[in-house]
């Protein structure tokens, strides 16, 4: 690092934010029982605008399951598939399970004791296993999130379940990066946030247009890391170590 730049300075946040792509998002949902044994799904996204979404049983999600090995040209009632719409709808309730999960709650508990401590917090190298809203294959990475304190720190394992809630809904990466920048930022109030993305979707390794070893990397920096040059440039240099 460049000894010479004084980290303190200019590490004030930027008042005026203005975001790099129009980005909406899912806060959060309500799950509500019904009558008929149908799930309902509550979501609010960043417009105020609410979708409630009727949730299909458990045995219509298994059809769908039977529909679609129809379609790749399986015969669903074959020995070896039998239980495989089973497994499938189960794994889902895994792969999709951050819609029943507020990051912003996760993150509403912070300590207040900083010990003065006002450096960069760093929590890097959190593999994670997402799905892309294009075509549900799954996009396979780390995320590196940094966080400048002002007066509230968090407990370093809430970064990486924040990571893990979004990463378990549809996502494009664009979206997903710049969530997790967001919900700190909402939450802890810092002084700066950096979040950086580094994935290889797999419908792009394994179908389309076909390249393996491609990883797309993504970043998203608000306040300090956002307006000064240093401060991103150190966060930088701490994940490429
Ligand atoms: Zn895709």
Not at 83 to 103: A, I, N, Q, W
């Amino acid at each position: 690092m460049d000894h010479l730049i004084d980290p303190h300075v200019s590490r004030k946040r930027n008042s005026s934010k203005h975001w790099a792509c129009d980005i909406r998002e899912v806060k959060g949902s309500d799950v509500v029982e019904l009558n008929d044994n149908k799930e309902k799904f509550s979501q609010t996204d960043d417009d105020g605008v609410a979708s409630d979404l009727a949730r299909p049983t458990q045995a219509e999600a298994e059809d769908a399951v039977r529909t679609l090995l129809k379609w790749a040209g399986e015969d669903p009632n074959r020995q070896g598939l039998i239980d495989t719409p089973k497994r499938v709808v189960k794994s889902y309730l895994e792969f999709y399970d951050g819609y029943k999960h507020d990051p912003r709650e996760i993150l509403s508990r912070t300590f207040d004791e900083t010990g003065g401590y006002d450096e960069m917090v760093i929590m890097r190298n959190i593999r994670f296993e997402s799905h892309c809203e294009h075509h549900m294959a799954p996009i396979i990475g780390h995320a590196h999130v940094a966080y400048i304190p002002d007066e509230r720190v968090v407990g370093i394992s809430k970064l990486a379940r924040v990571v893990e809630v979004f990463a378990k809904r549809l996502q494009i990466q664009e979206r997903f990066t710049a969530q997790i920048a967001k919900a700190i930022d909402d939450t802890l109030k810092p002084i700066g946030v950096g979040v950086v993305i580094d994935a290889v979707h797999e419908c792009m390794t394994t179908r389309g247009v076909q390249k393996p070893g491609v990883s797309m990397v993504t970043n998203f920096m608000l306040g300090s890391f956002r307006d000064n040059s240093a401060t991103r440039a150190e966060f930088m240099s701490m994940i490429e170590k």
